[in-house]
């Protein structure tokens, strides 16, 4: 099946420093990828959708400035979280969609101490 | 953000038994799937159903896709120890699985041996 992974699997930042997520699709191109936020013992909530060639459509209530998605290429969205806060601290899943479905990544633990 | 209502929030059962759980909204839904996510990693998709009424199987799982489009839910007969995880409904308002999800809250099952 259709693999995506994700770098890093896990980082430990300090609050006010920035982290970049990338999110990759090994075996198929995709011009578009979501971004989702886990917080513990809760589900998915979608924050973003990564179109390749154009700006990134954030959910409400998401700030744009602050999470900012780059679709470079056919393989590749990264998300950035600025100016990193504890509150930011989850999981962060990517997903990747083919040609029927959105493969999803192993996800990237944030820890902003 | 919107989120389906999944029930129940948990379950513990012996080896063996049958498992239901459901979810439901207050929107209608073009498509749902459901997915299992295991500790630390990404959902992976267990069943997609695009058609109200459609009654699907995979293996041990079956899914139905609600003739309201409110509702799904999942089966799993006879479970085994590796059944344990998180499943979670996610449904679509646009037809297919490529598109945005909405996740369910999720229904943690421990299987005892």
């Known amino acids: 099946g259709a693999v995506v992974s994700q770098h890093p699997s896990r980082v430990i930042c300090k609050s006010g420093t920035s982290v970049k997520i990338e999110c990759r699709s090994l075996d198929f191109q995709a011009t578009t990828m979501f971004w989702y936020r886990q917080f513990p013992k809760q589900s998915l909530m979608l924050m973003a959708t990564s179109n390749e060639g154009s700006k990134a459509t954030y959910e409400q209530g998401v700030e744009k400035d602050k999470f900012l998605i780059n679709h470079a290429s056919l393989t590749l969205s990264t998300l950035t979280v600025t100016s990193a806060h504890p509150e930011d601290s989850s999981f962060y899943i990517c997903?990747?969609?083919?040609?029927?479905?959105?493969?999803f990544g192993p996800g990237t633990r944030l820890t902003v101490l | 953000g919107q989120q389906l209502n999944q029930s129940p929030q948990s379950m513990f059962i012996q080896e063996g038994e049958d498992v239901s759980m459901n979810c439901t909204s207050s929107s209608i839904f073009n498509t749902w799937l459901w997915y299992k996510q295991d500790p630390g990693e990404g959902p992976v998709l267990l069943i997609a159903?695009?058609?109200?009424?459609e009654l699907t199987s995979n293996g041990r799982l079956t899914a139905q896709f609600g003739i309201t489009r409110k509702d799904s839910f999942l089966n799993i007969s006879a479970s085994i120890p590796s059944d344990v995880g998180i499943y979670f409904c996610?449904?679509?308002?646009?037809?297919?699985?490529?598109?945005?999800?909405?996740f369910g809250t999720g229904t943690l099952l421990a299987v005892q041996p």
């Open positions: 159903l695009y058609k109200a009424g």
């Open positions: 996610a449904a679509s308002f646009s037809g297919g699985a490529t598109n945005k999800l909405i």
């Open positions: 997903s990747a969609v083919g040609t029927d479905t959105q493969y």
